[in-house]
C-alpha cells in the first residue's frame, strides 16, 4: 500500500503543466480578460466556449495563453477527464496610430507627391488610394 502511494505522489509530482501561447504581432496593450476555469470536457475533446474579446478588445488581441494548472490536472484527474478545466488568458492589443491617407482622384503623379511631401513633414507613413 505504502509503495502504491509513493507512486502515485511521485507520478503527481511529475507531471508538468501545459501551457501553449499564440502571439499575434500586434503590441500588447494593458487590457487582460482571464478565464481561470474555462470548462473543456473529455480530456480537452470537448473545447471550453469561445472567449468573447469585440467589446473589451477594439484593436484586436495582442496574446492568447491557455495553461493547464496543478489545480487544473487535479480536478482532471479526479474526474477521470471527463471535466478538464483550463485557465485561458487574452491580452487585448494597444491602440494603433491612425494613417493618414490621400486619394489620387485620377491625377496619380500628383497624389504620390502630396503623400511624400506629407511623409516627409510628419515622418510617418501615408497610404495612397487610387
Not at 86 to 109: L, Q, S
Not at 115 to 128: E, F, H, I, M, N
Amino acid at each position: 500500500m505504502r509503495k502504491l502511494f509513493v507512486g502515485a505522489v511521485l507520478a503527481l509530482a511529475t507531471t508538468g503543466c501545459y501551457h501553449a501561447t499564440i502571439e499575434t504581432g500586434l503590441q500588447p496593450g494593458p487590457q487582460t480578460i482571464s478565464k481561470p476555469w474555462a470548462a473543456s470536457f473529455i480530456y480537452g475533446l470537448v473545447p471550453p466556449p469561445t472567449v468573447e474579446t469585440a467589446q473589451k478588445c477594439p484593436s484586436g488581441v495582442a496574446k492568447v495563453e491557455t495553461k493547464l494548472s496543478f489545480l487544473n490536472q487535479l480536478v482532471g484527474g479526479l474526474t477521470f477527464g471527463i471535466y478538464t478545466p483550463m485557465e485561458i488568458t487574452v491580452t487585448c492589443a494597444a491602440p494603433r496610430a491612425e494613417v493618414p491617407t490621400i486619394r489620387a482622384n485620377g491625377d496619380a503623379v500628383a497624389a504620390v507627391k502630396q503623400a511624400a511631401d506629407l511623409a516627409v513633414a510628419k515622418g510617418t507613413d501615408v497610404l495612397v488610394r487610387f
